[in-house]
């Protein structure tokens, strides 16, 4: 087995096991049935949940290429979902209901 070999199956099964976190928070927000007050009503309440299910799907795509700035298109994907978290939490903290 070659050095590092390893460590590289490790790193890809935990990329596989994030993506199944990843996944199973956006099941659980598309399905839940009482979403947070401001974002339910926004288009928040289903960009979110996409937001996290594309995460999932770069990390299913990260465990291929072992790495997540491999392809370039991969390391935008990633930085693309994060944006979207970003502003969502910041729509629910500027939102009267939070307050």
């Known amino acids: 087995m070659p050095e590092g070999a390893d460590s ?3 790193a890809r099964l935990f990329n596989l096991g994030e993506a199944a976190l ?3 928070i956006a099941i659980v927000m598309f399905v839940r049935l009482k979403p947070p007050l401001r ?21 299913l795509i990260e465990s291929e290429t072992g790495a997540w700035s491999e392809p370039w298109w991969l390391f935008v994907m990633k ?14 903290r500027s939102s009267p209901a939070a307050q």
């Open 8 to 10: 590289t199956e490790f």
């Open 22 to 24: 990843w996944f199973l």
């Open 39 to 59: 974002l339910a009503t926004t288009c928040w309440r289903w960009l979110l949940p996409l937001c996290f299910l594309v995460f999932g799907i770069s990390d």
């Open 79 to 92: 930085a693309l979902c994060v944006l979207g978290f970003l502003l969502a939490w910041r729509a629910h």
